[in-house]
């Protein structure tokens, strides 16, 4: 008997100051609607509404401002109620999705009922309280809580690292640039959690460097010898001294397989001349312009000669591409 009256409630300010509108499934040809507020004694307003049967159905317009909002009894007073003697009683409930609120006039229903009749649908991950099959009764607050789980891939910054040398020749607080910084870049791909279209969470499922960071080298006066280096894990390092030394690559295949020091080479075993730097010594190997480093080494194995350094490679090809270049060495303290 309801649906013959009101099919849907597409309107409803919560103030009741303004326009109401119904959309109506008629059944007779003109129709009086009586809207009572029944928590006010004696006070009762009657619309009638005169038209042909239309789909459109019928607009209440200019609802009283002084009727309360919590509770109202709809009746069709037309022909067909003698038949059938309908009456209900509608009430407000609300409705809260993403932040937005809205009040609907209700009657006998669950909340999966309005919800449908409203036009909200649930994907999976979504919850709403009351329970879908709850009753609805006055004053009810629905509340939707919305989860989506999205997967974003964005570029991001590598910020450059600075590398201090310090300079007797400067004045204390004077600095001059030997290399200029410059960021780097990674693709990183999360997985993104929002709960009602707020992130609440997020994971890294993956990210690849698309172009690493070179460091600026920073000349500053200073009375101190040496200064500090920052590794490539974030490690802070003190150094006593640079030295610009020209640097070449070899491998076991060419050379014994024990060094000087009694050990066997691998990827961070440097041969030097035992004059220019003792054995044993730790060392930080980068380039002249901060965009390569070898990282840090250590000084275990002899076989050249002079202001040179031979940098332990993994394989015969990595020593051909290295080939023989320039680079800086910095000293490490204990």
Not at 88 to 97: E, G, I, K, L, N
Request: with cysteine.
């Amino acid at each position: 008997m309801l649906n013959r009256i009101i099919s849907r409630v597409t309107e409803f300010p919560s103030t009741l100051a303004g326009r109401i509108t119904l959309t109506a499934a008629l059944a007779a040809a003109s129709l009086s609607l009586i809207l009572v507020n029944s928590h006010l004694a004696g006070v009762e307003k009657t619309y009638t509404a005169e038209s042909d049967v239309l789909s459109a159905g019928i607009t209440v317009e200019n609802f009283a401002a002084d009727f309360s909002d919590d509770h109202y009894v709809l009746r069709d007073t037309g022909e067909a109620a003698a038949n059938d003697g309908v009456s209900a009683v509608y009430f407000p409930v609300t409705v809260v999705d993403l932040g937005d609120s809205i009040t609907y006039l209700c009657a006998d229903e669950t909340v999966a009922e309005l919800l449908a009749r409203t036009g909200y649908t649930l994907e999976e991950g979504d919850t709403v309280a009351p329970a879908l099959d709850t009753p609805l009764s006055r004053g009810d607050i629905v509340r939707i809580h919305r989860v989506r789980t999205v997967t974003v891939t964005v570029n991001e910054v590598i910020p450059f690292d600075v590398n201090y040398i310090n300079d007797k020749n400067l004045a204390s607080g004077d600095t001059s640039v030997i290399t200029a910084g410059i960021n780097g870049q990674k693709k990183c791909t999360y997985s993104i959690v929002y709960e009602n279209g707020k992130e609440v969470g997020r994971t890294l499922l993956s990210s690849t460097v698309t172009r690493k960071a070179t460091a600026a080298v920073i000349r500053r006066g200073s009375t101190e010898e040496g200064g500090y280096i920052t590794l490539a894990d974030g490690t802070v390092r003190r150094y006593t001294k640079v030295m610009r030394l020209q640097a070449t690559a070899y491998n076991s295949a060419n050379t014994s397989n024990i060094t000087a020091s009694g050990t066997e080479p691998k990827w961070g075993t440097v041969a030097v001349d035992r004059r220019v730097i003792p054995l044993g010594t730790e060392i930080f190997v980068t380039s002249l312009n901060g965009a390569w480093s070898y990282g840090v080494g250590l000084c275990e194995d002899t076989g050249v000669i002079g202001q040179r350094v031979d940098l332990y490679m993994n394989s015969l090809e990595e020593c051909y591409q290295f080939g023989r270049r320039d680079v800086y060495v910095y000293i490490l303290a204990d």
